[in-house]
């Protein structure tokens, strides 16, 4: 599959039904605020929520973290793939409302002709199990749906990569512009019996936000921005 699950033994999210937002502050359950920066270290500012980076978002010279305009900045300098992970539990949650946006999309990037690249996912991972990654050199991992933006895949389809077919999917929930926020209310328990099967859903385990360029085509750069990801009822 991808780096990422190469990197990590457990991967995340889950997939995805848009639009604007309806939620009010009865329906939260936890939220995770990017508005918030005061200064000084970004990769401090991220670890005290909980964050802990991975790949190559240690690598400054391959990607860069940064705030900007009320958000975190995600940004490769070239190809590049990075994860911040957050291994944080949620109970209760049936739906995700993201901020996010893309303001260079990878070149190239589109699951649908299998260049598996993305300017920002969203890693949700459900439960503890771990699920066999179909290699002996690639850790199990937890179900997970990774949620991310494009330009022009399907929306709302359960893509698969190369390994984790029995329990990770990847799936592009709003065509982005670029430049312009995005606004994504996704209804994760339902999206996740309808790629995994009719089952008890899993509580949120995990979450992890990503670049991944490594298999771009050109220079690999890109960038993108998050600005609050909610958990609601």
């Known amino acids: 599959m991808r780096a990422v699950l190469l990197f990590c033994a457990s991967l995340l999210l889950i997939c995805a039904a848009i639009g604007p937002s309806a939620a009010t502050a009865a329906d939260a359950v936890y939220g995770l605020d990017f508005t918030d920066f005061a200064g000084g270290s970004v990769p401090q500012w991220l670890r005290a929520k909980g964050f802990v980076p991975q790949r190559d978002a240690n690598n400054a010279a391959r990607i860069n973290l940064s705030f900007a305009d009320k958000s975190l900045v995600l940004q490769t300098k070239r190809r590049a793939l990075g994860l911040l992970l957050n291994e944080v539990n949620v109970a209760g949650s049936s739906r995700v409302n993201i901020e ?44 997970f749906i990774g949620l991310f933006l494009c330009d022009s895949d399907r929306i709302d389809h ?7 077919h029995a329990g990770g999917r990847y799936v592009c929930i709003h065509h982005a512009s670029v430049g312009t926020p995005v606004t994504s209310d996704y209804p994760i328990a339902e999206a996740f019996s309808r790629f995994f099967g009719p089952r008890e859903v899993p509580d949120i385990s995990g979450i992890g936000i990503a670049i991944d360029t490594d298999s771009a085509k050109g220079n690999g750069v890109a960038q993108s921005f998050v600005r609050k990801i909610e958990f609601l009822k």
């Not at 260049?115 to 290699?135: C, D, Q, T």
């Not at 359960?158 to 984790?164: A, H, I, L, R």
């Open 158 to 164: 359960p893509f698969k990569g190369s390994y984790f």
């Open 100 to 143: 996010w946006g893309v303001d260079v999309f990878p070149p190239g990037a589109s699951y649908e002709r299998g260049v598996r690249s993305e300017a920002v996912m969203i890693y949700l991972f459900f439960g503890n199990k771990k699920l066999s990654s179909g290699s002996l050199l690639i850790p199990d991992s937890p179900y």
